[in-house]
């Protein structure tokens, strides 16, 4: 099971351009690092980095796309769905609502944290 990440961590990757940036393009569909490196015009390194931090926190995850010439393609998806951020008398406390993913995807995901 995957722990939920602290409140500075979700505010730290919306507060970067970058992982925002990932975020959004992934949710409509997955894309490979570099083609998010185009999208966001940045390095392969700094997508990398960004890619890393979004997934430790649980709200992009990895995917193996088979194309019919036989290369893998590693591809990201935004599991990312809302985040819901209260201030109350005992400070502040959020929640991360996270996309369905199809069955296929989760076993795949699953397995891959074995």
Known sequence: MTTEP???????????EYARSILEATCE?????????????ASLSTIYRRLERL??????HEQ?????DGNHDTIYAATLAEVHLRLDDDGFTYELTRR???VVDR???LWGEL
């Open 29 to 41: 569909e997955p894309m490979t690092a570099t083609q998010l490196a185009d999208h966001c015009d």
């Open 55 to 60: 997934e430790a926190a649980d709200v992009v």
């Open 100 to 102: 369905d993913e199809d």
């Open 6 to 16: 602290s409140l500075e961590t979700v505010v730290a990757l919306l507060d970067d």
């Open 107 to 109: 076993l795949y995901r």
């Open 64 to 68: 193996t796309r088979i194309r019919e």
